[in-house]
């Protein structure tokens, strides 16, 4: 079956790096695109950042561009999310993300915590 499982999560002062994983099984992960999506107290899940299933193009929420990088290894059926400048408003749970054969599939969250 598929699952998707993130690690990499933790508490991190203001202007910090954080690196996430996403370590994918269960389908062919090298043909299929994936995204990040966060999920902060109170407030409705939004995507962060996509990649199609070659890496070759990226797209990020507004807020993050410039200090996400979203990125893969197909050899590794990883997905990652390089997260630099953290801010406060980066506090939220985050999720990674597969459309599987009509499906959707979600990791079952890491948080991120940005305070000093």
């Known amino acids: 079956q598929v699952q998707l499982v993130e690690s990499g999560g933790g508490l991190v002062q203001p202007g910090g790096s954080l690196r996430l994983s996403c370590v994918t099984s269960?389908?062919?992960?090298?043909?299929?695109?994936m995204r990040w999506y966060r999920q902060a107290p109170g407030k409705e899940r939004e995507l962060v950042a996509s990649?199609?299933?070659?890496?070759?193009?990226?797209n990020y929420e507004d807020s993050v561009k410039g200090r996400f990088t979203i990125s893969r290894d197909n050899a590794k059926n990883t997905v990652y999310l390089q997260m630099n400048r953290l801010k406060p408003e980066d506090t939220a749970v985050y999720y990674c993300?597969?459309?599987?054969?009509?499906?959707?599939?979600w990791g079952q969250g890491t948080q991120v915590t940005v305070s000093s």
């Open positions: 269960g389908f062919t992960f090298s043909t299929y695109a």
């Open positions: 990649i199609t299933s070659n890496g070759g193009s990226t």
């Open positions: 993300y597969a459309w599987v054969l009509l499906h959707n599939y």
